[in-house]
T-cell receptor
Framework: SAVISQKPSRDICQRGTSLTIQCQVDSQVTMMFWYRQQPGQSLTLIAT?????????ESGFVIDKFPISRPNLTFSTLTVSNMSPEDSSIYLC??????????FGAGSRLTVL | GENVEQHPSTLSVQEGDSAVIKCTYSDSASNYFPWYKQELGKGPQLIID?????GEKKDQRIAVTLNKTAKHFSLHITETQPEDSAVYFC??????????FGTGTSLTVIP
């Protein structure tokens, strides 16, 4: 299965700032996703990161707030813009590998003060 | 769209006992059902999965059963150990690249 590296693993940010999370995969994958996990909650899909085109966002998530880049088949970034305390969450990168198995990175734990 | 419900939300068992977590789904098109274990401070890890062409799958102390008619599937952990303590998520996938997650079960194994 794919090995996913995410960074930062955690960060504490000030309200109004932006943070970019990086996701590196050790092999080329077609499908990459970004999920949010709010404290004590389940996994919510933010968007599908499409290589070479704009990401596909789920209902309730917009590009201005969560811009995503996908320059190639092994790398993606998610930016959380103009952060507020409500954005405090774990942000998870995931990829779809052979036989449609969904694999997650370790996550980036974000705290907004 | 698909709706996945998971019960119980919390579960405590004595070490050595069995634990069962149940999920139901609504979309009959769902054909892939993975289970994830999330330890504190880590991302979800796939521990077992089942596809709709089988009714049961086992991997050592972990087993998953699927009842397509009733649209429910369950995770069974036997001979529980303290290291089994974690949050477990079920999921259903109708299309292969869409996954719908349950709300999670926090399992505590008491030594």
């Amino acid at each position: 299965s794919a090995v996913i590296s995410q960074k930062p693993s955690r960060d504490i940010c000030q309200r109004g700032t932006s943070l970019t999370i990086q996701c590196q995969v050790d092999s080329q994958v077609t499908m990459m996703f970004w999920y949010r996990q709010q404290p004590g909650q389940s996994l919510t899909l933010i968007a599908t990161a499409n290589q070479g085109s704009e990401a596909t966002y789920e209902s309730g998530f917009v590009i201005d707030k969560f811009p995503i880049s996908r320059p190639n088949l092994t790398f993606s970034t998610l930016t959380v813009s103009n952060m507020s305390p409500e954005d405090s969450s774990i942000y998870l990168c995931s990829v779809l590998t052979g036989a449609n198995v969904l694999t997650f990175g370790a996550g980036s734990r974000l705290t907004v003060l | 769209g698909e709706n996945v419900e998971q019960h119980p939300s919390t579960l405590s068992v004595q070490e050595g006992d069995s634990a069962v977590i149940k999920c139901t789904y609504s979309d009959s098109a769902s054909n892939y059902f993975p289970w994830y274990k999330q330890e504190l401070g880590k991302g979800p890890q796939l521990i077992i999965d089942i596809r709709s062409n089988v009714g049961e799958k086992k991997d050592q102390r972990i087993a998953v059963t699927l009842n397509k008619t009733a649209k429910h599937f369950s995770l069974h952990i036997t001979e529980t150990q303290p290291e089994d303590s974690a949050v477990y998520f079920c999921a259903a996938s109708p299309t292969g690249n869409q996954f719908y997650f349950g709300t999670g079960t926090s399992l505590t194994v008491i030594p």
